[in-house]
């Protein structure tokens, strides 16, 4: 059973670059979920997606975030010129369907110097 | 709303039945989950039980929802040094948010 997969697991780069996450959900789940964490705090939503359909966008999410899951598999998440504000982990999670549980990777842990 | 509430820290001796407690807001959340977090990594979902359960035993844990008060606590019997994590309690909005608590650190001593 291969779990929800994350890459890179570190990103360090430097203010003002932009930065790429992919996340490989479980292979039967159609739901595909990104959350953000901070230090001390737990996570918190950023968006999620039914297949390759976008349907819930979280206040958090600034229109330097985008999301994509082009073909219903595999997501990636872009920031666009990166700020300090944005060093936190970024936790991918899938489920099979509506309110199910949701399964987590292991996060991108994003550091802005 | 959405405001999910844990205490921060809790140790407790290896052998000794940890209970950690949680409250949340949303009475018409469907599941209840607890997760595990150790450093560095991404969160194990441990276990959950349907809002209209009232206890869940799986081997050493056991959860207990009072829905009235809308509080969730998880007991794990005989903790071990492998229990040292963070854990969170998360409550599902609608049908595909999680809102998570800010985490119990439990510490297991010798």
């Known amino acids: 059973d291969t779990g929800v997969s994350q890459n890179p697991r570190h990103k360090i780069t430097k203010r003002g670059q932009n930065v790429t996450f992919r996340c490989d959900p479980i292979s039967e789940h159609n739901r595909l979920y990104w959350y953000r964490q901070t230090l001390g705090q737990g996570p918190e939503f950023l968006t999620y997606?039914?297949?390759?359909?976008?349907?819930?966008k979280s206040r958090l999410l600034s229109d330097r975030f985008s999301a994509e899951r082009p073909k219903g598999s595999f997501s990636t998440l872009e920031i666009q010129r990166t700020e300090q504000g944005d060093s936190a982990m970024y936790l991918c999670?899938?489920?099979?369907?509506?309110?199910?549980?949701?399964?987590f990777g292991d996060g991108t842990r994003l550091s802005i110097l | 709303g959405e405001d999910v509430e844990q205490s921060l820290f809790l140790s407790v001796r290896e052998g000794d039945s940890s209970v950690i407690n949680c409250t949340y807001t949303d009475s018409s959340s469907t599941y209840l989950y607890w997760y595990k977090q150790e450093p560095g990594a991404g969160l194990q979902l441990l276990t959950y039980i349907f809002s209209n359960m009232d206890m869940k035993q799986d081997q050493r844990l056991t959860v207990l929802l009072n829905k009235k008060d809308k509080h969730l606590s998880l007991r794990i019997a005989d903790t071990q040094t492998g229990d040292s994590a963070i854990y969170f309690c998360a409550e599902s909005i609608n049908d595909y948010k999680l809102s998570f608590g800010a985490g119990t650190t439990v510490t297991v001593r010798a």
């Open positions: 999670a899938s489920s099979l369907g509506a309110d199910q549980p949701q399964h």
């Open positions: 997606f039914q297949n390759e359909a976008q349907l819930e």
